[in-house]
């Protein structure tokens, strides 16, 4: 007798399964379930119904928009019921998202970043409340969606719905598409929670079939502006750093595809490309392409006719009606609102652009970069898959073969290119703060959440120049571990780093140029003013806008 | 507040009839400059009035770097500091040379 025959094997496990949790919700959910349309006021039951014990579970936390009211109904569940569930999100955002952990809900947790709720995750990591998996980078997250961290049910956020369940997510589309294509077509369930039901979408983001529940959520998802800087903020060590970005390595790497980290020393050099940059004939020559939020600070260089095209993880609060007026410029649908693509953004980042220049908390000797410190596990959002060299990339522009060259140190190698990788710090952060250390928090933080690596953002020998108020640090041209070091401590100012400079080694690397200073590059410190800024308030990016970018309330001060 | 002194000798003498400048303000995290001519003094004397306190080995090395720097004689300088960053005060002591020492050249 042969025991195969006996037992047939199911090859649709999935598939019952969601037939099952959908006939459950219906049996309990009655008339409040009107085909895909869920009642808001039996959230609750559907989920309790949908999810099942030792599920993974995508609740949909990004950058800007949160999938808040399932966040909030997640936390509710019947937990003698709905546990064990690990949750797999790139963004903690929310209090909810811990609050699930906090009530038993949920037990494991695979993330990206969670930069509001950092100081709280460590705690409750600590306190051995959460165990996490891993912190991943975006593109790494994503990617296990699809292997082994495949959700039986995400719970999403859009903009509207029609009656079938097609979504439409606005411009913040982010990481939806993403999550509802692994959930779905591994039979899992997607909830979607959505701020109205209309009979006629702008347009269709994410198709019906993909969707198995549409609830209207009594108050419209919350959305974070979390890439408007206001240029009063700006100091002049801001603009001194950003004038040397802008004549040490922008000009002469001819850099024309980048993305910029989040912060005020980025939005400085956005700033200064229609002033200090057009002073200097860049214009057409550098910043063309970009893989960016739209930020406001560049509306005075897209407005000088710096930036052709600009592709977007996400949108930005109150720049919606100007991407509308410049579609030439960002990716927008028939309806006019800008279409944005976490996962095909990041891609663009690190494959399709020559530069990722970012700011950092703390960088160690090797040129390793984290933003984790001491009682704070932040994760890493998108800045390594931007910041690390693209090893897959076979495409040349000048700038990456510049850069190759410049890295290579044995000439028996094949020739390749090489992403420029840029971190910017001051030398010292708010309250004396040291940005240069000898041992990144990092490995402690490591430690003590017992993580099999510690928590580095950008590693050093993906780092290619480290600039500070005191000069830029090239580390491709150093040959060897000590020069590296040296080079490194010959940017780090008077931190403690710095001070134990060998100072000789340090003049000698000047003099290769593998350290420049503001003198080296004929820049004239008195240039060095808030007046060089394009837009020095927020005012001021209003009215380049020609009155489209309408800033949120917070940021208004008229 | 905590009062810090310094002095460097030789250098280049500035000449007397060069007009003081002041640049920065006093404000959080900034900072004032004077700087002055002192043709009776051989070197250069800073005195420094600021708001944070312990720092006075940061403040000796950005001096004497500022020295290294610029090698002035016959100069005054004077600083109110309301916390400032080294990155700061150094960028404003090599304005206030600039515009100082600019002046004397006839820019």
Not at chain 1, 240 to 267: E, Q, S, W
Request: glycine share 10%.
């Amino acid at each position: 007798m042969n025991a195969r025959a006996g037992t047939p094997r199911i090859w649709n496990r999935r598939a019952e399964g969601r037939v099952r949790r959908q006939a459950r919700a219906a049996a309990r959910l009655g008339p409040q379930l009107d085909g895909k349309l869920v009642d808001p006021a039996a959230i609750v039951a559907l989920l309790e119904e949908v999810i099942e014990a030792g599920d993974r579970v995508c609740l949909e936390g990004n950058n800007q928009k949160q999938a808040d009211f399932l966040a909030r109904a997640l936390t509710a569940v019947d937990r003698a019921r709905i546990h064990d569930l690990h949750m797999v999100q790139s963004v903690l955002a929310l209090p909810e998202h811990l609050d699930v952990f906090e009530r038993g809900i949920a037990t494991r947790l695979d993330f990206s970043f969670s930069g509001p709720q950092a100081a709280r995750l460590a705690k409750m990591a600590g306190a051995g409340q959460i165990a996490i998996g891993a912190i991943h980078t975006y593109l790494e997250l994503f990617g296990r969606y699809f292997i082994d961290l495949t959700p039986n049910v995400a719970l999403v956020a859009a903009q509207a719905a029609d009656r079938a369940g097609n979504l439409y997510t606005g411009p913040n589309t982010e990481d939806t598409p993403v999550i509802a294509e692994a959930t779905a077509f591994a039979s899992g369930l997607v909830v979607a929670q959505v701020n109205e039901i209309v009979d006629v979408l702008p347009r269709i983001d994410i198709p019906s079939d993909w969707v198995g529940f549409v609830v209207p959520s009594p108050q419209a998802h919350y959305i974070e502006p979390l890439f408007t800087r206001d240029p009063a903020k700006i100091s002049e060590i801001q603009v001194l750093m950003a004038m040397m970005a802008i004549k040490g390595i922008y000009a002469p790497y001819a850099v024309d595809r980048l993305n910029h980290g989040i912060g005020f020393d980025t939005a400085a050099i956005e700033l200064l490309l229609p002033t200090y940059a057009e002073s200097l004939g860049l214009r057409g020559k550098i910043c063309r392409h970009w893989a960016l939020n739209p930020h406001p600070t560049l509306i005075p260089a897209i407005e000088a006719g710096f930036v052709e095209s600009i592709h977007s993880f996400g949108s930005e609060l109150g720049m919606e009606d100007y991407i509308r007026a410049r579609p030439d410029v960002f990716f927008t649908g028939p309806d006019g609102s800008m279409r944005s693509n976490r996962a095909f953004c990041q891609t663009a980042g690190h494959y399709a652009c020559d530069m990722f220049i970012g700011s950092t908390l703390q960088i160690d000797l090797a040129g390793n970069s984290s933003t984790a410190t001491l009682g704070r596990i932040a994760g890493f959002g998108g800045a390594p898959n931007m910041g690390a060299d693209a090893r897959g990339r076979r495409h040349a522009t000048p700038a990456w073969l510049a850069a190759g060259r410049e890295g290579a140190h044995d000439p028996s190698a094949a020739p390749r290119g090489r992403k420029l990788v840029v971190q910017m710090v001051e030398t010292f952060r708010e309250h004396m703060a040291p940005a240069f250390v000898e041992r990144l928090d990092a490995w402690d933080l490591g430690e003590a959440a017992g993580m099999a690596l510690p928590p580095i953002m950008i590693y050093g020998d993906d780092v290619t120049h480290v600039l500070t108020e005191e000069g830029i640090a090239n580390l491709l041209l150093c040959r060897d571990a000590g020069e590296r070091e040296q080079a490194i401590r010959g940017v780090a100012g008077y931190t403690p780093v710095g001070l134990a400079r060998d100072r000789r080694a340090v003049e000698r690397l000047r003099e290769r140029g593998v350290i420049r200073r503001a003198e080296d590059l004929a820049i004239d410190k008195r240039d060095a003013t808030r007046d060089l800024l394009a837009a020095r308030s927020i005012k001021d990016l209003v009215r380049a806008s020609g009155g489209l970018y309408r800033p949120p309330e917070r940021f208004r001060n008229w | 507040m905590e009062q810090l002194s310094f002095r460097f000798e030789g250098g280049k003498a500035i000449a007397a009839t060069v007009p003081a400048r002041v640049v920065g303000v006093v404000a959080s995290g900034n900072l004032e400059v004077l700087i002055e001519p002192a043709p009776a003094d051989p070197g250069c004397t800073i005195d420094i009035n600021t708001a944070a306190k312990g720092f006075g080995t940061i403040w000796q090395a950005v001096m004497t770097d500022f020295h290294a720097r610029h090698g002035l004689a016959g100069v005054r300088v004077s600083i109110n500091d309301a916390g400032a960053t080294p990155a700061i005060v150094t960028l404003r002591l090599d304005q206030a040379v600039e515009a100082f020492t600019n002046h004397a050249a006839g820019r």
